[in-house]
């Protein structure tokens, strides 16, 4: 059975979203952004979601994440919760 490990960062809006990833994409450590600005609680851990397996997640982010380069940062990925930056750690197939 498929199982990934994954980060995010989680925000209300896409601009801010957006924001954050060139900020990334220019050499900030993706974690410390999480702990700074994600609305979620995993963002005090630098946005670790820890390992998971198909539907465990929302629809939108299960799609990412089992079909994402690994350590590349995707997003935004816009869900019920918000928008989102995910970066797939590691991934089995």
């Given at each position: ?34 702990k700074e600005h994600s609305t ?10 820890g390992e998971f397996g198909p ?22 990925v816009k869900t019920q919760f ?12």
């Amino acid at each position: 059975m498929a199982k990934a490990s994954a980060r995010h960062l989680l925000v209300a809006d896409e601009a801010t979203c957006n924001d954050l990833k060139a900020r990334i994409e220019k050499g900030e450590k993706f974690a410390e952004l999480a702990k700074e600005h994600s609305t979620c609680p995993s963002g005090r851990s630098g946005g670790e979601l820890g390992e998971f397996g198909p539907g465990q997640m929302v629809p939108e982010f299960d799609k990412v994440v089992f079909s994402a380069p690994v350590n590349e940062v995707q997003g935004p990925v816009k869900t019920q919760f918000g928008y989102h930056l995910l970066e797939v750690t590691s991934r089995q197939d």
